[in-house]
């Protein structure tokens, strides 16, 4: 089939790249053109792991194009995905700027049959906006073009974003129309082998089983960040309980970790915008409202911690403070919403040096860090190192924020020499608290007994 993706970024050139892998000729439209010239120099603009690879065989194979030209890519395309950011609005809702300006887009140009797909996260009634969109475009031009407008959101994972999309645990389609029913079948028949992964239902509710997913996961992990907060002061071990409650299979394992909240660029911006859509419809979600509520506290949980163990924000001044890890997860660059960047404002806000390190991030950080900093005080203030090893170098604590693999097992013993002030503050869980303390350190972490 000949696709268009319309947005090339985390979601846009993963799927593009995927979607050619199994045959289909894609050209990715962007209208950035650095990450467009970045991609047709053979460069990726994201890091995301095997990305590289796949990008670079398809397009040696001709089945993997990018442009930022529009007439080229409406005129290339059977189907047309949107892939663009929505991200929050001032008040919450998603900004569906991108995507009405791409459905325009579409309709200035479009000559033949076509099918588009919402595949960006987007509130429900949305592909009713890009329907009347485009329409109104075609209408514009006295063309009577047939298309039709199918939700197919995304639910693929930074850090395993080609994995997730290649064996997807599912695939939603929501569809009106018959024939691009058929289409999306055959389009993802690759990717599943058999339709049983497959689900499908009306626009509406694949619109709304995005956000539910989002929600669900959210609530999880600050149920989990709650419980964590009691089992402190109780002298339970969060940990403990954890694996407890994960081998019921009613439960399960994943997303039971207490941590420093909830961050990256889909679930804080998704839990917004399914509050918002709720309250726009008196409709409101009280538990939605106390999750979101427990991931804002939480996010001020590890500097609570720093700030206690030197002997309150007074004390703090001059001190500084090694971070270990700032994308929001592993196995990505994405910054968006991390929460090392709240650390990070609330330890310059109390006169701390910052000395940091992350495997892959560092530039994206560095570029958020001056923007909401200025140059000069980021110059001040922060050093991005090169490594683990450096940035606890002459540093009063460390604070581990993103669980990196190369930070799981670190020489303790030389922790504690380097380490001014002995003290490590896990904002992940990621260690053993009594092999730190052997080593001589102090240990918190989150939800578990205070060590000293
Ligand atoms: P992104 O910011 O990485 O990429 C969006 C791209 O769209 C950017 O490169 C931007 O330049 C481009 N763009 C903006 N307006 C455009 C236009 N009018 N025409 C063409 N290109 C345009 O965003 P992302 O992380 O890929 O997310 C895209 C969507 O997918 C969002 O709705 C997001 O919520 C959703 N989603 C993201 C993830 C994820 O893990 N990142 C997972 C599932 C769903």
Redesign the pocket.
């Known amino acids: 089939m000949k696709i268009t993706m319309?947005?090339?970024?985390?979601?846009?050139?993963?799927s593009g790249a995927c979607f050619a892998d199994v045959g289909n000729t894609v050209l990715c439209?962007?209208?950035?053109s650095r990450?467009i010239d970045m991609l047709n120099a053979g460069e990726i603009?994201?890091h995301e792991p095997g990305l590289d690879t796949l990008v670079a065989r398809n397009a040696a194979a001709g089945r993997l194009l990018f442009t930022t030209d529009?007439n080229r890519a409406v005129a290339h395309a059977d189907i047309i995905f949107l892939?663009?950011?929505?991200?929050p609005d001032e008040d919450g809702s998603?900004d569906l700027?991108?995507?009405l300006?791409?459905a325009r887009?579409i309709g200035e140009r479009m000559e033949k049959q076509l099918v588009v797909v919402d595949?960006?996260?987007?509130p429900v009634g949305t592909a009713d906006s890009v329907r009347d969109t485009i329409a109104a475009e075609l209408k514009k031009r006295g063309k009577n073009v047939p298309f039709a407008v199918v939700s197919n959101?995304?639910?693929?994972?930074?850090g395993a974003?080609i994995e997730d999309f290649m064996r997807p645990d599912r695939i939603v389609v929501g569809s009106d129309d018959a024939h691009a029913t058929k289409m999306m079948r055959q389009l993802y028949a690759p990717f599943g082998r058999n339709h049983e992964k497959l689900i499908e239902m009306d626009v509406r509710s694949a619109e709304l089983t995005?956000y539910a997913a989002n929600a669900m996961l959210a609530t999880r992990i600050s149920f989990m960040n709650e419980l964590a907060n009691l089992a402190e002061v109780l002298g339970a071990d969060i940990e403990s309980v954890r694996m407890g409650i994960g081998s019921d299979p009613r439960i399960g394992p994943h997303f039971l970790y207490a941590g420093m909240g909830y961050g990256?660029?889909?679930f804080p911006?998704?839990v917004k915008a399914l509050l918002k859509t709720s309250r726009d419809h008196k409709q409101s979600l009280k538990l939605l409202e106390a999750i979101e509520n427990v991931n804002e506290a939480q996010k001020n949980i590890l500097f609570g911690k720093i700030s206690r163990h030197f002997g309150g924000d007074a004390a703090l001044r001059g001190k500084t403070v090694a971070l270990w890890g700032l994308s929001f997860k592993p196995n990505t660059d994405?910054m968006?919403e991390a929460p090392s960047l709240v650390l990070i404002s609330q330890l310059l806000a109390a006169g701390c040096k910052v000395r940091a390190y992350d495997p892959v991030a560092s530039n994206e950080a560095r570029r958020q860090l001056i923007g909401s900093l200025g140059e000069e005080a980021f110059a001040r203030d922060v050093t991005l190192c090169d490594s683990a090893w450096d940035a606890v170098e002459d540093a009063d604590a460390l604070a581990l924020v993103t669980e990196w693999k190369e930070f799981r097992s670190p020489d303790f013993e030389r922790l504690a020499g380097a380490l001014r002030g002995r003290a490590i503050f896990d904002g992940r869980n990621l260690y053993d608290p009594a092999l730190v303390m052997e080593a001589g350190l102090t240990y918190h972490g989150i939800g578990r007994p205070g060590h000293n």
């Open positions: 319309i947005g090339t970024g985390y979601v846009g050139l993963v439209l962007d209208v950035d990450k603009p994201i529009y892939a663009v950011g929505t991200p998603a700027r991108h995507i300006a791409a887009s595949k960006s996260t987007v959101p995304e639910f693929l994972k930074e974003a995005k990256g660029s889909c911006k998704d994405d968006r």
